[in-house]
Nanobody
Framework: VQLQAYGGGLVQPGGSLRLSCAAS????????MAWYRQAPGKQRELVAH?????NRTYADSVKGRFTISRARNTAYLQMRRLKVEATAVYFC?????????????WGQGTLVTVSS
């Protein structure tokens, strides 16, 4: 099983960016998916989470500006009105069953830089 995250890049403050994360391989079912981020010198933090039932939760710092969505085994993070403090490596995460057992998987991370 692999999680492939992409879509990061350089964007100016106030701009938008859309991240994608695709889960592939021997997957029976995906339960929940989430996006985390880790800024330089800081701990990894949860940004957004979408449950198997479609319930979404967000970090207070991104509410109203970020939207997480999901289509089968792919998760998206639409980021709007980006701030400089959103600069970080963004990681996707999935709780899934790989035909043998449940497990938590991580993508490789994609760098988002918000700078003028």
């Amino acid at each position: 099983v692999q999680l492939q995250a992409y879509g990061g890049g350089l964007v100016q403050p106030g701009g938008s960016l859309r991240l994608s994360c695709a889960a592939s391989g021997s997957i029976f079912t995906v339960n929940s998916m989430a996006w985390y981020r880790q800024a330089p010198g800081k701990q990894r933090e949860l940004v957004a989470h979408v449950s198997s039932g479609g319930n979404r939760t967000y970090a207070d710092s991104v509410k109203g500006r970020f939207t997480i969505s999901r289509a089968r085994n792919t998760a998206y993070l639409q980021m709007r009105r980006l701030k400089v403090e959103a600069t970080a490596v963004y990681f996707c995460n999935a709780l899934l069953h790989n035909s043998t057992k449940w497990g938590t998987y991580w993508g490789q991370g994609t760098l988002v830089t918000v700078s003028s």
